[in-house]
């Protein structure tokens, strides 16, 4: 708890960690209309699944420029940029007329969550290093406060905003205001330029110790993506449950990822980062097994603990690849951030595609056979010398 009363007491640290919040109720608001979408165009899961693809298109795309960019803007005005430009393209799916645009402003979406993820994970890392404190696992629960608070307040009122337009155009105007007033915090961060360059080591030896890493950044946030955005339809196509209560998982979710990652920095400090990836892979398992139980109280626990299980291994990554030696911290983050980012936006799709072929019970199925692959990564392939980060 220690790093969330620093976030709390400092703006240095808070500001960033609002851009996390700021990103996820974006997010959270948008996964409400999932269902409006799916009705609106008259889609089967596959078709969502398709359209969902688009925004990791964007992605990809993308992933290659945001290096250079921080670079040559620094990562405190990449991360300023990317934040106001994100809240923009959010408005764009549900403004589609048609099926063709909402994969363009899908897509579009994704260009803009990956450069504003990604720059904002080496700001956090960055400051991290320039101040010698760590706050990387709470900012990352602001991410996930922020889902809750997308999603549980949306939830609330939904039933108010006849107009989903009106209702993510009132929470896009909000996110800019406030990170306009917060950004003089961070906007001048540029990252620290005595760290070794990576300019003459060929791609092959700079991916190689940041491999493990990235293979369990992209497991986790493949699962994380999969359940923000299927998580609504699993309650309300397989446990039958009325479109009010359907986002009730997706808060559970939210909730305990929160508590889960406030608390993450305290873990990590006694079991060390190995040791946590591992331990919460187990929890995140058990928490599959009483999701695809598919009773309204099984899965609803369910979702909790795979919530507190997945909440502070993406920090413990993070943490671990901006402690690398021999890279620049900043693109250690980029390159780990960025592909499981890359899992954060292809999760969807591809669940989409195993629901639209079997069933959404199966997909679920899918996602704990990955878990089981993180916790053998995180058992077997990090070194035990990580423990000491």
Known sequence: MKSLRLILSNLIYFAPSWVFSSINILIGTWILYIPFIKLKFALNDGEVGFALFFTALGLLITIPFIPKINKRIGVGTSTKIGIFLLAIAFNFPLLAPNYILLCASLMVVGVFSAFTDVSLNALTSTIEKREQQNFMSAAHGFFSLGGFVGAGIGSLFISQFSNPQLHMGIISVSVMITNLFLSKNYAFVVGDKKE???????F??????????????????????????????????????????????????????????????????????????????????????????????????????????????????????????????SFAISIVSGIGFVGFLVGPVILGAISNFSSLVVSYVFLSILIIIAFGLGLFGLKKKVDNV
Do not use: C
């Open 196 to 202: 070794k360059s990576t300019k003459n080591l060929s």
């Open 204 to 329: 092959f030896k700079t991916i190689k110790p940041l491999l493990v890493l990235a293979i369990i950044a992209f497991i986790i946030m493949f699962n994380e993506g999969a359940v923000e955005h299927w998580s609504n339809l699993f309650l309300f196509d397989i446990v039958k449950v009325s479109e009010s209560k359907a986002g009730l998982g997706f808060i559970i979710f939210s909730l305990t990822m929160t508590i889960g990652r406030f608390l993450g920095d305290g873990f990590s400090q006694q079991l060390g980062s190995r040791k946590t990836i591992v331990f919460s892979t187990i929890i995140a398992f058990l928490g599959y097994l009483f999701i695809i139980m598919s009773s309204l109280t099984f899965s609803v626990l369910g979702f909790g603990l795979l919530g507190f299980g997945l909440s502070v291994i993406i920090p413990e990554v993070y943490r671990i690849a901006g402690n690398n030696k021999d890279l620049e911290t």
